[in-house]
Protein backbone atom coordinates (compact mmCIF):
# COMPACT_ATOMS: atom_id res chain seq x y z
CA UNK A 1 0.00 0.00 0.00
CA UNK A 2 2.52 2.58 0.98
CA UNK A 3 6.82 3.03 0.25
CA UNK A 4 6.99 2.55 3.71
CA UNK A 5 4.55 0.30 6.06
CA UNK A 6 6.28 1.17 8.79
CA UNK A 7 5.89 -0.92 12.10
CA UNK A 8 4.50 -4.27 11.02
CA UNK A 9 3.75 -6.43 14.19
CA UNK A 10 2.14 -9.99 13.71
CA UNK A 11 -1.27 -9.11 11.62
CA UNK A 12 -0.96 -5.32 12.52
CA UNK A 13 0.13 -2.89 9.80
CA UNK A 14 1.15 0.83 10.96
CA UNK A 15 0.28 2.41 7.62
CA UNK A 16 -2.75 0.56 7.06
CA UNK A 17 -3.91 1.28 10.78
CA UNK A 18 -3.27 4.95 9.99
CA UNK A 19 -4.72 5.33 6.45
CA UNK A 20 -7.91 2.99 8.15
CA UNK A 21 -8.02 5.70 11.06
CA UNK A 22 -7.40 8.86 8.92
CA UNK A 23 -9.65 7.58 6.25
CA UNK A 24 -12.12 7.27 9.07
CA UNK A 25 -11.65 10.97 9.99
CA UNK A 26 -11.44 12.26 6.90
CA UNK A 27 -15.40 11.51 6.36
CA UNK A 28 -16.24 14.08 9.35
CA UNK A 29 -14.43 16.79 6.97
CA UNK A 30 -15.92 16.33 4.14
CA UNK A 31 -17.54 20.30 4.06
CA UNK A 32 -15.11 21.30 6.18
CA UNK A 33 -12.25 22.93 3.87
CA UNK A 34 -10.19 23.60 6.83
CA UNK A 35 -8.90 19.83 7.11
CA UNK A 36 -6.90 18.46 4.08
CA UNK A 37 -5.86 14.56 4.02
CA UNK A 38 -2.98 13.31 2.15
CA UNK A 39 -1.86 9.40 1.95
CA UNK A 40 1.09 6.94 1.04
CA UNK A 41 3.51 10.05 0.14
CA UNK A 42 7.37 9.25 0.47
CA UNK A 43 9.12 10.96 3.44
CA UNK A 44 11.14 13.69 1.64
CA UNK A 45 8.24 14.22 -1.29
CA UNK A 46 5.73 15.10 1.17
CA UNK A 47 7.98 17.37 3.33
CA UNK A 48 9.44 19.24 -0.26
CA UNK A 49 5.17 19.16 -0.75
CA UNK A 50 4.47 20.90 2.30
CA UNK A 51 7.02 22.94 2.74
CA UNK A 52 6.22 24.33 -1.26
CA UNK A 53 3.02 25.76 0.09
CA UNK A 54 4.01 26.68 3.35
CA UNK A 55 1.95 29.43 3.12
CA UNK A 56 -0.95 27.38 2.80
CA UNK A 57 -0.51 24.65 5.83
CA UNK A 58 -0.99 25.99 9.44
CA UNK A 59 -0.51 22.74 10.73
CA UNK A 60 0.46 19.27 9.10
CA UNK A 61 0.11 16.45 11.32
CA UNK A 62 1.74 12.79 10.96
CA UNK A 63 -0.41 9.74 12.40
CA UNK A 64 2.10 6.83 13.27
CA UNK A 65 1.66 4.14 16.09
CA UNK A 66 4.88 3.01 18.20
CA UNK A 67 6.84 -0.26 18.13
CA UNK A 68 9.56 -1.27 20.97
CA UNK A 69 11.01 -4.13 21.62
CA UNK A 70 9.73 -4.34 25.72
CA UNK A 71 6.40 -5.76 24.62
CA UNK A 72 5.00 -3.76 28.09
CA UNK A 73 5.90 -0.50 26.58
CA UNK A 74 2.95 1.26 26.22
CA UNK A 75 0.62 5.12 26.04
CA UNK A 76 0.41 7.72 24.26
CA UNK A 77 3.10 10.35 23.02
CA UNK A 78 2.56 13.88 20.35
CA UNK A 79 5.91 15.20 19.43
CA UNK A 80 6.43 18.75 18.36
CA UNK A 81 9.35 20.39 17.53
CA UNK A 82 9.44 23.72 18.87
CA UNK A 83 7.52 25.53 21.40
CA UNK A 84 5.08 27.43 18.84
CA UNK A 85 3.85 23.42 18.61
CA UNK A 86 3.49 22.79 22.13
CA UNK A 87 0.09 23.87 22.77
CA UNK A 88 -0.88 21.65 19.85
CA UNK A 89 0.50 18.62 21.53
CA UNK A 90 -1.23 19.16 24.23
CA UNK A 91 -4.39 19.33 22.73
CA UNK A 92 -4.07 15.97 20.79
CA UNK A 93 -2.16 14.11 23.68
CA UNK A 94 -5.52 14.97 25.85
CA UNK A 95 -7.82 13.76 23.89
CA UNK A 96 -6.10 11.21 22.95
CA UNK A 97 -5.93 10.30 26.39
CA UNK A 98 -9.47 9.87 27.19
CA UNK A 99 -8.65 6.45 25.92
CA UNK A 100 -7.89 5.85 28.76
CA UNK A 101 -3.74 5.24 27.74
CA UNK A 102 -0.79 5.59 29.89
CA UNK A 103 0.29 9.34 29.37
CA UNK A 104 4.50 9.55 28.10
CA UNK A 105 3.68 12.82 27.36
CA UNK A 106 4.42 15.17 24.82
CA UNK A 107 8.03 15.31 23.05
CA UNK A 108 9.85 17.54 21.51
CA UNK A 109 11.33 16.10 18.43
CA UNK A 110 15.38 16.19 19.84
CA UNK A 111 16.18 13.68 22.26
CA UNK A 112 19.00 11.55 23.08
CA UNK A 113 20.06 7.85 24.19
CA UNK A 114 22.61 6.51 25.77
CA UNK A 115 24.37 4.39 23.50
CA UNK A 116 27.56 2.53 24.72
CA UNK A 117 28.10 5.38 27.58
CA UNK A 118 27.34 8.17 25.14
CA UNK A 119 25.27 10.57 24.58
CA UNK A 120 23.92 9.91 20.81
CA UNK A 121 21.20 12.77 19.62
CA UNK A 122 18.16 12.50 17.06
CA UNK A 123 15.92 14.07 15.44
CA UNK A 124 12.74 13.35 13.57
CA UNK A 125 13.21 14.56 10.30
CA UNK A 126 9.47 15.26 9.62
CA UNK A 127 9.09 17.69 12.27
CA UNK A 128 12.71 18.93 11.67
CA UNK A 129 12.18 19.69 8.28
CA UNK A 130 9.04 20.76 7.90
CA UNK A 131 8.23 24.74 8.08
CA UNK A 132 4.75 25.18 9.06
CA UNK A 133 4.10 23.63 12.43
CA UNK A 134 4.04 20.17 12.49
CA UNK A 135 3.15 17.21 14.66
CA UNK A 136 3.51 13.53 15.26
CA UNK A 137 0.88 11.58 16.87
CA UNK A 138 1.60 8.05 18.48
CA UNK A 139 -1.61 7.12 20.24
CA UNK A 140 -0.01 3.45 21.31
CA UNK A 141 1.93 0.55 20.64
CA UNK A 142 1.40 -2.24 18.36
CA UNK A 143 3.94 -4.35 20.44
CA UNK A 144 1.77 -4.12 23.41
CA UNK A 145 -0.62 -6.99 23.78
CA UNK A 146 -3.30 -4.70 25.37
CA UNK A 147 -3.01 -1.95 23.06
CA UNK A 148 -2.50 -4.23 19.72
CA UNK A 149 -6.18 -6.01 20.85
CA UNK A 150 -7.28 -2.18 21.35
CA UNK A 151 -6.91 -1.58 17.99
CA UNK A 152 -8.10 -4.59 16.36
CA UNK A 153 -11.41 -3.48 17.52
CA UNK A 154 -13.62 -1.48 15.30
CA UNK A 155 -15.33 0.10 17.91
CA UNK A 156 -11.54 1.51 19.49
CA UNK A 157 -10.67 2.90 16.03
CA UNK A 158 -14.30 4.57 15.87
CA UNK A 159 -13.85 6.36 19.47
CA UNK A 160 -9.78 7.15 18.76
CA UNK A 161 -11.42 8.72 15.12
CA UNK A 162 -13.73 10.85 17.80
CA UNK A 163 -10.98 12.00 19.65
CA UNK A 164 -8.98 12.98 16.95
CA UNK A 165 -11.82 14.83 15.47
CA UNK A 166 -12.12 16.94 18.79
CA UNK A 167 -8.69 17.69 18.43
CA UNK A 168 -8.68 18.67 15.37
CA UNK A 169 -11.84 20.86 15.71
CA UNK A 170 -10.14 22.62 18.69
CA UNK A 171 -7.02 22.86 17.13
CA UNK A 172 -8.73 24.85 13.93
CA UNK A 173 -10.96 26.88 16.23
CA UNK A 174 -7.62 27.90 18.33
CA UNK A 175 -5.75 28.59 15.03
CA UNK A 176 -8.71 30.94 14.04
CA UNK A 177 -8.68 32.75 17.19
CA UNK A 178 -5.34 33.42 16.81
CA UNK A 179 -5.33 34.70 13.08
CA UNK A 180 -7.74 37.48 13.91
Partial sequence: MANQ??????DLNEYEIAYDITQKLE???????RIEFRYGWPLAQKIDHINDQSDYYDLVIELHFNAAYREGACGT???????KEEIFARIFQRNILELGGK????????YWRLIKGKKIWYTLAFLRRTIPMALIL???????????AAIRRKSFRMILVSKLYHA??????LLEREAQ
Avoid: M, Q
Avoid at 168 to 173: Q, R, T
Fill in 5 to 10: PGAIVG
Fill in 27 to 33: DHFKEDK
Fill in 77 to 83: EVWYWSK
Fill in 103 to 110: DRGIKTGA
Fill in 138 to 148: EPLFLTNLEDA
Fill in 168 to 173: LIESCN
